[in-house]
């Protein structure tokens, strides 16, 4: 697939999609993504979806897309130093410079997030993972930068190999710290950092009818499908690490596997702050 799964609008929606999805994609995108081992689940049991009003989703695996950005100093595109313009918001800093600004405005929004926020580019590096998440893609080199400390925790019982519930309590801290978030700072903070976001959406070379809302609100919509599994997720040993072991669940895409691997309760406290912001965000004067 070369490009996005691009879909038509039936009405004009502004912006429908959050700063949640960028915190959740980027400030801590290795923490929920950037995992070796594949994991893999049990059949039917307690697998349920998200009916959702949102565009349509990719099932897709590891392969990268045509508008994909490389992190690598050697192929990525300058940042540009031009200063942006805000309306009435607060003055933006330039892109190369707005690391700390980036920062200040995420810890404001919610204190748990400063753990993912030592990186630098951060914009940058968001809004590339935010690119992969609208695709149903989590790519290594991407996620790197963002690596959790503790490892995946696969247990055997007499059933076989299962995804430990004490694998899910690694996501505990990020789920929390999106759930602090107040909404309509969420809503503003996203408006504020919207110009910067613009500028490295445009070396992605999209047609002019797609934008960087668009982008987002693609990447929203796999977050808020991705299934929830309250049961048992029964895993088999692969060549690296598990996978699991219902096909069904195997073939779901990376994002919604991942998703899975954070456990009922966080995948759960996400999509609903989640829903409180597209909402937010569907009722905001455009």
Do not use: C
């Amino acid at each position: 697939m070369g490009r996005y799964d691009l879909y038509e609008r039936k009405k004009p929606i502004g912006l429908i999609i959050t700063l949640l999805i960028i915190l959740m994609a980027a400030l801590a995108a290795g923490a929920w993504f950037y995992i070796n081992p594949q994991v893999v689940e049990t059949g039917n049991s307690g697998l349920t979806t998200q009916e959702l009003a949102l565009p349509a989703t990719s099932n897709q695996e590891q392969g990268a897309p045509a508008n994909t950005l490389n992190l690598s100093s050697e192929t990525e595109p300058k940042i540009s130093t031009e200063e942006p313009s805000t309306g009435s918001g607060p003055a933006l800093p330039a892109l190369e410079n707005s690391d700390d600004f980036f920062r200040e405005q995420a810890n404001r929004l919610s204190p748990g997030f400063s753990p993912w926020l030592k990186e630098d580019e951060l914009i940058r590096k968001v809004v590339i993972i935010v690119n992969d998440f609208s695709q149903g893609l989590r790519i290594h080199k991407h996620m790197k930068p963002f690596t959790l400390t503790e490892t995946f925790i696969a247990e055997k019982d007499d059933q076989g190999l299962y995804l430990s519930p004490k694998s899910y309590q690694r996501y505990n801290q990020l789920a929390s710290a999106i759930d602090d978030i107040n909404v309509k700072d969420g809503l503003q903070t996203y408006r504020t950092l919207n110009a910067l976001f613009q500028q490295i959406f445009k070396e992605f070379s999209y047609p002019e009818s797609y934008s960087v809302d668009d982008l987002f609100q693609k990447a929203a919509a796999e977050l808020l499908t991705a299934p929830v599994i309250d049961s048992r997720i029964a895993l088999v040993k692969a060549t690296l690490g598990y996978k699991f072991a219902d096909q069904k669940l195997e073939t779901l895409n990376p994002v919604h596997k991942q998703m899975i691997r954070m456990g009922p309760q966080n995948t759960r406290i996400i999509q609903n702050k989640l829903r409180l912001l597209t909402e937010g965000l569907a009722n905001m004067s455009p």
